[in-house]
């Protein structure tokens, strides 16, 4: 059964859309804050949320919130070494808020993960999507480089199929996207865009 089939039964799930991701004044990680902005993620994203609300589908986000103290954190990669030493990303500040545009409806869903690298990682996420009854993942958020990649294989291991709209994630510039998309990500997903995607929706009995 291709992914496309299954969009009745998808969730929307949106990765670290969050200030210290995706906003200038707040980022941690500045590249990727260049490229998710010069891509215009935001906004296509926001239509995605829109469409999958319109039919009745679950919208889930998927926040980083590290402990004030970092306990727990594992420090064993540059990526989480650099945003312990700038102390990113911490619990109760600006940082780990979702972007304005894309502020959370109540019926949204929002997992929280306090450590680890990936969507899957020591949180709720694998239950709600089992309780909501999905079959297919729809990916979108930051970043191309790590965690949209290792969400994609989470899924595949849980038996998802998964659908991701490439010009709704972003990374750490575009000749990684690029790289990163059709090396890794399109053999393993169905590799669409945001406005095709949500023309597909339109049409979907849920």
Avoid: W
């Amino acid at each position: 059964m291709k992914a496309f089939d299954l969009l009745g039964q998808s969730a929307l799930l949106i990765n670290e859309c969050q200030r210290g991701l995706l906003e200038a004044e707040h980022s941690v990680l500045p590249a990727i804050t260049e490229h998710a902005t010069a891509r215009q993620i935001v906004p296509k994203i926001a239509a995605l949320a829109a469409a999958f609300r319109e039919r009745g589908l679950p919208v889930i986000y998927i926040n980083v919130e590290h402990r004030a103290d970092f306990a727990g954190v594992s420090i064993n990669n540059p990526a989480v070494a650099y945003i312990r030493h700038k102390n990113g990303l911490v619990e109760g500040s600006p940082q780990v808020e979702v972007v304005a545009d894309l502020t959370p409806h109540a019926s949204d869903h929002i997992v929280r993960r306090y450590s680890g690298m990936t969507a899957f990682y020591g949180n709720q996420l694998e239950s709600l999507l089992h309780n909501l009854n999905c079959k297919c993942l729809v990916l979108a958020g930051v970043s191309t480089n790590a965690a949209i990649p290792g969400m994609l294989l989470g899924g595949l291991d849980r038996g998802y199929q998964v659908i991701i709209p490439e010009d709704a994630i972003a990374g750490s510039s575009q000749e990684a996207h690029h790289a990163i998309l059709h090396h890794m990500l399109a053999p393993l997903a169905t590799i669409t865009n945001s406005s095709e995607l949500s023309r597909s929706l339109s049409t979907t009995e849920h």
